[in-house]
């Protein structure tokens, strides 16, 4: 079990199906879309999630090749959870910082 | 953003999260029910959630001291979304085993 949450809470595969829970991306659709991923981590986290079978991999051989990815039927009961949170922490950022702020000036 | 999913999409904040909610634990009830966690870990881990707002950490001043933790009304907003994750994980272990072993099948 805690081999799978591994993956599901691994913040970069929960916004990368975030992302994909919207429809088919492209790599550089992806890459650009998600603040702050390295190549190599994107690389890293889509082979992961194409691995676990959550995410297809389609390559169309144009010149250049087209590479899409895209959530499997299962990766889409997953992608609508990870909306849901994604979604709860947009809307609990101001909530978070204040606590953060409260707990912080009450330290000794 | 990505500072909250850090803390969202953590595993243990997850798994710590998943008990909490439903209802409040000691942190010996805490540390044996998450598999693996260390003391260390779990400490580090109940701090950031009461830092951010998450959970609350109540001392009873018995001998030895009891301490509490409980999911705050926002915690429970966001254990409800985590449950659902840790429930989804739950009933795909299998799936994704078996997507994993034909993936490494078909690897070079």
Do not use: C, F
Not at 33 to 49: A, C, E, K, P, V
Not at 59 to 68: A, M
Request: no cysteine.
């Amino acid at each position: 079990m805690r081999e799978v949450l591994d993956r599901v809470a691994d913040k970069w595969s929960l916004l990368v199906m975030a992302l994909l829970a919207a429809g088919p991306r492209r790599y550089s659709e992806l890459r650009r879309g998600i603040d702050g991923i390295s190549q190599r981590m994107l690389t890293l986290t889509l082979r992961n999630l194409v691995r676990d079978g959550l995410v297809t991999r389609t390559v169309t051989p144009t010149t250049p090749p087209r590479v899409d990815y895209e959530l499997t039927e299962v990766g889409h009961g997953l992608g609508s959870e990870v909306s849901a949170l994604v979604r709860w922490a947009e809307g609990h950022l101001d909530y978070i910082a204040a606590a953060r702020a409260r707990y912080d000036a009450e330290q000794p």
